[in-house]
């Protein structure tokens, strides 16, 4: 048991810590996301000159405040889960099943992570159709983003929860073991349920 809280513990605090900048992250991505679309908005029916990029820009921001924001909520308990089952069965048994649940989670977290780094790198070969870096000011001309960028969402956010998927397995792990175990607490959430 001490084996499995020796690796719990630091894996806790670090998980606590990214996935705390990864929510300011997504909060950040999505107020943007909702400015560049007002501002679209404005300029297609105002102006009646809808711009190129703030489709794209949004979508953008979109995929990445979902893969910032994900892992936190896998760690909440935020997805949608049908519990029945577990609880029907006795206390143990329950737990065996959740961590055998986990466990099927983590092959297809680590397979979708490989397929995420394969989609990655397929976008280092096209650029954004209408995103583009205005370095002209310094000189160097328009500089195209690569469509990687926004790819990248995808595995950044899958890695996010392979390590709380492996948290959550080590504290099933530990229930198994012992069902009054004091195990780290995520204060965030503590936080976020008292507010």
Request: aromatic share 10%; glycine share 6%; proline share 4%.
């Amino acid at each position: 048991m001490s084996a499995i809280l020796i690796v719990l513990r630091p894996l806790a605090l670090f998980n606590t810590f990214v996935l705390r900048i990864g929510r300011h992250a997504a909060w950040i991505a999505m107020g943007l996301m909702v400015l560049i679309i007002l501002l679209q908005v404005i300029f297609r029916y105002v102006f009646n000159n809808a711009l190129a990029w703030p489709d794209e820009a949004s979508r953008f921001l979109m995929l990445w405040m979902t893969g910032l924001i994900a892992p936190s909520a896998y760690r909440w308990g935020g997805f949608v889960a049908i519990d029945m089952v577990k609880d029907m069965l006795p206390l143990r048994l329950g737990s065996l099943l959740g961590l055998l649940l986990l466990l099927i989670s983590l092959v297809v977290l680590v397979y979708g992570f490989q397929l995420g780094l394969n989609h990655v790198k397929s976008g280092w070969l096209f650029n954004s159709s209408s995103l583009k870096v205005p370095l002209d000011v310094l000189g160097l001309g328009l500089v195209r983003v690569k469509l990687a960028w926004m790819y990248m969402s995808l595995p950044a956010g899958l890695l996010l929860m392979t390590f709380v998927n492996i948290e959550l397995c080590l504290k099933a792990i530990a229930h198994l073991i012992d069902p009054q175990a004091e195990l780290p607490e995520d204060h965030d959430r503590v936080l976020v349920a008292v507010e």
